[in-house]
């Protein structure tokens, strides 16, 4: 259910995506101004989840819940706006509402799954794409038979029912659950999954245990740099705005492109996750930030070619929707005893908060160099973040770059005084 309400984040981003080429057109603005509002409502969607820290009293099902109905409101105002300051107003408000998602889902598969958290955060990833990737298709037919406001207004229908099933579905954190496998040791006697206590210094604690740890403090930056690329970011917004103002695609030819690129963002996070927690999820991290490099400026370079930009879109989606749930692996990796929820609402404040910068200066960058100038400082961005990434490698003691060398891992593989072996 987590996943779940992850996917209908990702219809509302991946809808508006599709429909932002529509709305410059039609409300007469550039793209370094819907840069500008893109950047400020995600500084500040970002910055907002560093709040998940102090709504530990509050329920995943609560918190979720609100969030999916706050996005379907966003969405009726948007598409009813009558000038862009107040579509820019509406997606703000989408913005605001929907900063739990991040923070809460990944704390609470972090903490419940600590041997397969690759695996468990890239299927995290890989529902919410699956979110992504049914929606350009019927939002480009919306658009080409009713135009953008019919498209944009039909996302508050699944968004809100989501709500409910989230509302009707969800279990409270506090009540119990049947033992799974990979489920870490620190869940309470009835099987319930409690978020860990702040400790000592509370947040102050959390935040120096981050910043006392290379490798925490290392995925936080390389998450920061990485935002230029990012799937779920960047690339959501300026992709379909090359297919559309860059090369003149129809919006079918548009909403066709993205979810051939979306298609690979679903397949890829699995498999790199699988992998990541068997060969080492920084080392796996490394391949995904170079080859993803390599895609996001091949995007751009192999023109009109329908079946080129397939082949290169399906292999963007693989490595740039790979790199979100390994960094957030090797970020938890390094977070020893810190509380997650805490810790994961501070990364998601500086990487996504400040990261969301990058919309405004690539908005910039397209208005003032072009499409193929945006997508190479994307693709540098990752070219950085592996770099980051490499320094702030674990120590050879105590390091937890894989999941043997975690004492998580370890508490799990050792079998509890007085039980059976097989």
Request: no cysteine; proline share 5%; charged share 10%.
């Amino acid at each position: 259910m987590v996943t779940f309400s992850h996917a209908m984040q990702h219809v509302y981003v991946a809808g508006l995506a599709v429909a932002y080429p529509f709305v410059v057109t039609s409300l007469h603005v550039s793209y370094g101004i819907l840069g500008l509002v893109l950047g400020i409502e995600g500084v500040a969607g970002g910055l907002l989840q560093g709040l998940a820290g102090f709504t530990s009293r509050f329920s995943a099902r609560l918190l979720l819940s609100l969030q999916n109905f706050g996005m379907a409101l966003a969405s009726l105002l948007g598409g009813l706006a009558p000038g862009f300051p107040l579509f820019g107003a509406a997606r703000f408000i989408g913005s605001v509402v929907s900063w739990p998602q991040h923070p809460v889902g990944s704390a609470v598969l972090s903490r419940r799954f600590p041997t397969r958290r690759a695996y468990a955060l890239s299927w995290h990833v890989a529902g919410g794409s699956i979110g992504t990737a049914v929606v350009p298709l019927v939002v480009s037919a919306l658009i080409a038979t009713g135009g953008w406001r019919l498209g944009v207004t039909f996302l508050a229908v699944p968004i809100a029912l989501g709500g409910v099933l989230l509302a009707w579905r969800l279990k409270d954190e506090g009540e119990p659950r049947r033992p799974g496998p990979g489920r870490d040791a620190s869940l309470s006697a009835d099987g319930a999954d409690r978020p860990a206590p702040a400790g000592p210094g509370g947040h102050r604690a959390v935040l120096r245990g981050i910043v006392g740890s290379r490798e925490a403090l290392g995925a936080m930056i390389a998450g920061t740099i990485a935002a230029g690329g990012r799937g779920l970011g960047t690339l959501a917004v300026f992709v379909p705005a090359y297919l559309k103002s860059g090369l003149h695609f129809r919006a079918l030819t548009v909403g066709g492109l993205f979810t051939a690129l979306v298609v690979g963002s679903i397949a890829g996070p699995v498999l790199a996750g699988h992998l990541a927690d068997r060969l080492g999820r920084r080392r796996v991290l490394l391949v995904v930030y170079v080859v993803g490099a390599a895609s996001i400026a091949a995007f751009v370079l192999v023109g009109r070619d329908l079946l080129a930009l397939v082949a290169v879109g399906v292999v963007v989606g693989v490595f740039a929707y790979s790199e979100s749930p390994l960094l957030q692996a090797v970020f938890a990796d390094g977070l020893h005893d810190a509380q997650h929820q805490g810790a994961f609402g501070y990364y998601f404040a500086v990487s996504y908060g400040i990261g969301s910068l990058w919309t405004i200066a690539l908005g910039v960058i397209v208005d003032t160099a072009g499409f193929h100038w945006a997508f190479f400082v994307m693709a540098m961005s990752f070219v950085a973040a592996a770099a980051v990434v490499w320094w702030a490698r674990p120590s050879r003691t105590g390091g937890t770059g894989t999941p043997a060398s975690s004492a998580a891992a370890a508490a799990h593989r050792r079998p509890a005084a007085g039980s059976a072996t097989t």
